[in-house]
């Protein structure tokens, strides 16, 4: 290995000049401390071994020195980084040098044309079966306390497709009916809005909750969240505040134990159900990567359940 990888640069530590208005162009909070993090790792290592502050002495192989830097010991703990991880690092260098050379603070983008790792999906997302979704739901005592939010929280998630964060931001003023369709408002990555239909089946068990709401005395104003915990031990007068992250994570695996599912179920795992039922039942690919705002049909492919039955091999079509 080579000297130049056997150290770790410390993070923001390096005599670079950081141009803001590249971060504040993101509106997500989340997009921009990914890339401020990528960035200052990069330019404390290039600083550190190469001992550079300008911009315009960074080189193309520079860019390839810290890819393999990266690749060899760039990780945790002097570990290799993972290389999804690597390609995203490299894209945020990318990004920024384009800015940097639109202000003039660099000649040309030296992450350009430097190869990234291939990425393959080694561990993907475990979804459900149909059947399966409909045995856990089935598998919800409406009866019981808290039960009309989970088959309307779970509902929500396995008939919409959308992200865990969307779900918790959800608000009932987001609820809405135009003319015959009734829709969820939601602000997706990247703070974009969008709009999703509802399934019939969802909006029922909305419907029900919002009753079931009412009845416990907690009518649910517009700005009021969507889906509130049912209890909080430590203040139970504080109930009108979006649900705990973890909470919806307990609520999912507790219903797929209940019906003999012991792999490890996450909201994602809707997610990837929704994605893989619609293949499943022949929508174009391209429809379904717009509905779930995937940017590259290629992401949508790796939820594809199809690619894995030898049943649907095209081989099967030819006649000789």
């Known amino acids: 290995m080579a000297q130049v990888h056997t150290k770790q640069a410390k993070e923001k530590e390096h005599d670079f000049i950081l141009f803001e208005e590249f971060f504040e162009n993101f509106t997500s909070e989340h997009t921009r401390s990914n890339y401020m993090r990528d960035i200052e790792q990069f330019l404390s290592w290039i600083n550190f071994y190469f001992k550079i502050s ?7 192989i520079h860019i390839i020195k810290y890819r393999n830097y990266l690749t060899e010991a760039g990780g945790r ?10 390609g995203r690092k490299l894209a945020s260098i990318s990004s920024y040098f384009h800015y940097l050379v639109e202000r003039g603070q660099s000649e040309f983008n030296p992450a350009t044309s430097v190869k990234r790792p291939r990425t393959e999906v080694i561990t993907p997302t475990n979804a459900l079966t149909g059947d399966q979704v409909r045995e856990l739901l089935g598998s919800i005592d409406q009866n019981k306390h808290a039960g009309p939010m989970h088959r309307a929280l ?30 969820l408002e939601f602000k997706g990555k990247g703070g974009k809005l969008g709009q999703k239909l509802l399934h019939p089946s969802a909006i029922e068990a909305l419907e029900s ?12 104003e517009d700005n009021d969240w969507l889906f509130q915990p049912t209890k909080n031990p430590s203040n139970p007068e504080n109930l009108n505040r979006p649900l705990n992250p973890k909470t919806i994570n307990e609520i999912l695996q507790y219903y797929a134990k209940k019906i003999g599912i012991f792999f490890k179920v996450s909201p994602h795992s809707c997610r990837a159900t929704f994605i893989g039922e619609l293949l499943e039942l022949g929508v174009d690919i391209y429809t379904v990567a717009r509905e779930v705002n995937h940017s590259s049909v290629k992401t949508t492919q790796e939820y594809d359940k199809r690619r894995k039955k030898l049943s649907d091999s095209p081989v099967h079509k030819l006649d000789f």
Do not use: H, Q
């Open 54 to 60: 300008d911009y315009k002495k960074i080189e193309r």
């Open 77 to 86: 703990d002097g570990s290799a980084c993972a290389p999804k991880t690597i």
């Open 154 to 183: 779970l509902l929500t998630f396995f008939t919409t497709g959308l992200r865990k964060s969307e779900v918790l931001n959800l608000k009932f003023k987001n609820y809405k009916r135009i003319g015959p369709n009734t829709i």
């Open 209 to 220: 909750y919002f009753s079931w709401m009412e009845n416990v005395g907690r009518k649910l």
